[in-house]
């Protein structure tokens, strides 16, 4: 059956959905603001450091020349006829949906949630940093949705670049098999194009006032016909390593058109085998276009990605099949909410089967709730054009929803099935917030929640004893765009403490605890006892709990009462009251009374038993410690490195590249505050440095007692 309705402007086919990723300052801003350019959707480029890009419309974005939120835009692009190919028709118009990503580590949810959605990205790698560490954690979170990528070599005009040396990183830090197809002619300011490997061709792109929208596709000449012979001879041998059908061929020495090997490295890069790379320069106008070839050619289209699957909430092991058809129940994932000043709640979602329309009724399997649609919008980053109907592919926006949480499911009335959500780091910098006024105070708590719907990682809570206002995000920067938000964008009023790091609590050993709740008043009184196991688990396994009880020690309907129990007493821990982490509970047994015991004491009881089982198996605390790299001039190495000894930092190694010296340590959070003056003052102006959480180690006793005062069983 053909999985296109009639009514769709754009067949599955030929419809791309991409991400653009990578690490902060490698331009995938300045990229995304390109390809709009060539493919016609704005008439004049603007550029980060003017503060006058499309996708980085929001005004911190402006200020600070990053990106904070991702920016969704839709444009449209004519593939090139393929010279002696009867395969595949002349200018064939595709639609692409373009997701912009931020590249800073403390936004990485953005990223998170939109590779969930999207069937292909473009990693945008600096030609002369290379791999950078939010390169590592995109690459991670890319292969984690089993994304197939491109990478495009970007700033290839710098002072330093090197293309190859980028392609051997990219075997060497990513474990990556990359395959270049666009190979840059020059570098620096000798930049003047790329050879196209597969059709063995020289494409030059104007140095003229027409910004890079003209080129010229000529034979090779002089050194790059060789450089061309021997990239496509490595390609037939990487592609023929993991495709069947090339191969086979290439075994029987038959001979290999263009077009086949085309469509087996397509095959493999679908099949997260192989990625194609492209060189050159986004700033500069060149290699932008045949990028975008490169976009058509080897990324794939809904259909060619394997159809989602969704999971009865009633019976989680019966998994239900998605199809990627229009004729198809509806099916989406919301994926992102945003608060428009202009048409309010905004939901963003990704439609992986079936089609809705303005004004349907569609039902949320999480609450259980239908709801109608008011409006449907195709977004182009801050601007919205009205829609009348989404298709099977496509990715747009709702208005008109109220009970929908980022990573719901969106379907049909009577449709139970849930696609499985992003998934989210959790917050490790907290800080206190409290209004200006009383005027202020009614309206934070209304913004507060309005931003922790926006952004998952964003958390709020009240300090049970000093009765506080917390909100807990992903650094410094995340927490001070989230302030300037509430004062510039809501226009409310606020104080701020200093950002506080948010520890972790754990267990270092077995203990057994037990929990009673005895209480008599006269008439019915209340009766729960508990005795459990408490174990150290696996890192990052998180929390399990086990009924082990055996002979009706405890009744068999209290036992859900007692694992909520069990579960609450993991909620904070004993040290300090911070979240407890990977701990397993084994429940073993217990006393009931005929008439007193009900589940309320025994929810109780257990969690009594959690937390007498808890303080005798050696509690500790976890501090999040951060990756980091710094880049330095070789002069001030030895005061970049005995700075971070000075921070408890573990020095993991050093690499050279030309004048500069790559520090890589590990450093805990708490001595990381202000580092980016620091770092500059160290310096004189000439370092950088990138951090990324990387785990959680045991705080030593003297910095614990800095923070909680001595703990007598710590």
Not at 27 to 41: A, D, N, Q, S
Not at 74 to 90: C, F, H, N, V, Y
Not at 270 to 287: C, M, Q, T, W, Y
Not at 422 to 445: G, R
Request: proline share 5%; net charge negative; charged share 25%.
């Amino acid at each position: 059956m053909n999985p296109n309705s009639p009514n769709r402007q754009y067949v599955l086919e030929r419809t791309r959905n991409i991400g653009i990723a990578a690490h902060i300052d490698a331009g995938k801003t300045t990229l995304t603001e390109r390809i709009l350019f060539y493919t016609g959707v704005i008439h004049k480029i603007g550029e980060v450091h003017d503060g006058a890009t499309t996708t980085d419309w929001m005004p911190q974005e402006r200020e600070r020349g990053i990106t904070i939120t991702s920016a969704a835009v839709t444009t449209e692009w004519w593939q090139r006829a393929e010279e002696g190919s009867d395969k595949l028709s002349p200018d064939i118009r595709h639609r692409i949906n373009i997701i912009d990503t931020p590249g800073h580590v403390d936004f990485t949810a953005e990223v998170e949630r939109s590779l969930r959605v999207l069937d292909g990205a473009i990693v945008v790698f600096c030609a002369v940093a290379g791999v950078q560490p939010q390169t590592e954690t995109v690459w991670r979170q890319a292969t984690k949705y089993r994304v197939p990528r491109i990478v495009f070599v970007n700033k290839m005009d710098r002072v330093g670049a090197d293309f190859q040396a980028v392609v051997d990183e990219i075997r060497e830090k990513l474990g990556a098999i990359p395959a270049p197809v666009l190979i840059p002619i020059g570098a620096e300011d000798r930049l003047t194009g790329q050879i196209d490997v597969v059709n063995q061709k020289a494409v030059l792109y104007s140095n003229d006032d027409l910004l890079g929208s003209t080129y010229t596709v000529t034979e090779l000449e002089g050194d790059l016909v060789e450089t061309a012979r021997k990239a496509y001879d490595e390609l037939v041998h990487l592609v023929a390593d993991v495709d069947d059908e090339i191969a086979e061929k290439f075994i029987h020495e038959q001979p290999i058109s263009r077009i086949e090997l085309k469509e087996g490295l397509r095959r493999a890069t679908i099949a997260n085998k192989l990625v194609p790379v492209a060189g050159g320069s986004a700033f500069k106008n060149k290699g932008v276009q045949y990028l975008l070839d490169a976009v058509i050619d080897y990324l794939p289209s809904p259909l060619d990605i394997p159809a989602a699957v969704g999971m009865d909430p009633e019976n989680e092991s019966r998994e239900i099949a998605v199809p990627t058809s229009d004729n198809g129940k509806f099916t989406a994932l919301a994926f992102k909410l945003w608060a428009d000043k202009y048409v309010g709640k905004l939901v963003f979602f990704r439609v992986y089967s079936g089609v809705v329309n303005k004004g349907d009724m569609i039902y949320n399997p999480r609450t259980r709730r239908s709801e109608r649609i008011g409006r449907l919008i195709q977004v182009q980053a801050d601007s919205h054009k009205d829609i009348d109907a989404c298709y099977a592919g496509d990715i747009a926006a709702m208005v008109g929803l109220k009970n929908v949480a980022t990573g719901d499911t969106l379907t049909e009335p009577g449709n139970e099935l849930v696609l499985e959500p992003p998934t989210f780091p959790d917050p490790v910098i907290s800080m206190a917030v409290e209004p200006k006024t009383k005027a202020d105070q009614d309206k934070l708590a209304t913004v507060l929640s309005r931003l922790s719907e926006e952004d998952p990682t964003f958390t709020v809570k009240t300090d049970e004893e000093t009765a506080q206002t917390i909100i807990s995000g992903m650094g410094e920067l995340h927490l001070e765009i989230i302030v300037d938000r509430i004062r510039n964008e809501f226009k409310v009023g606020v104080n701020v403490g200093t950002p506080q790091v948010s520890y972790r609590e754990t267990i270092t050993r077995a203990a057994e605890g037990e929990g009673k709740l005895i209480r008599q008043t006269g008439g019915k009184g209340q009766y729960g006892h508990v005795i459990l196991t408490v174990k150290p688990n696996a890192k990052g396994h998180g929390h399990t709990i086990e009924d082990k009880t055996v002979g009706g020690s405890i009744p068999k309907e209290f036992i859900a009462a007692v694992l909520k129990g069990a579960s609450q007493g993991l909620s904070n821990g004993i040290i300090a009251g911070y979240p407890v982490v990977d701990v397993h509970i084994e429940i073993t047994g217990g006393s009931s009374h005929e008439v007193d015991s009900n589940e309320t004491a025994f929810s109780t009881a257990a969690y009594f038993a959690v937390k007498d089982a808890f303080a005798k198996a050696g509690p500790v605390l976890l501090e999040p410690i951060m990756a980091v790299e710094v880049s330095t001039p070789d002069d001030f190495q030895g005061d970049v490195m005995g700075d971070l000894n000075r921070r408890r930092g573990q020095i993991q190694n050093t690499e050279s590249k030309g004048s500069f010296s790559i520090v890589h340590a590990n450093v805990p959070l708490k001595e990381m505050f202000g580092y980016s003056t620091a770092v500059r003052t160290l310096s004189s102006g000439r370092a950088s440095h990138a951090m990324t959480p990387s785990h959680f180690e045991q705080v030593p006793q003297s910095v614990v007692e800095a923070i909680v005062g001595d703990f007598p069983g710590y």
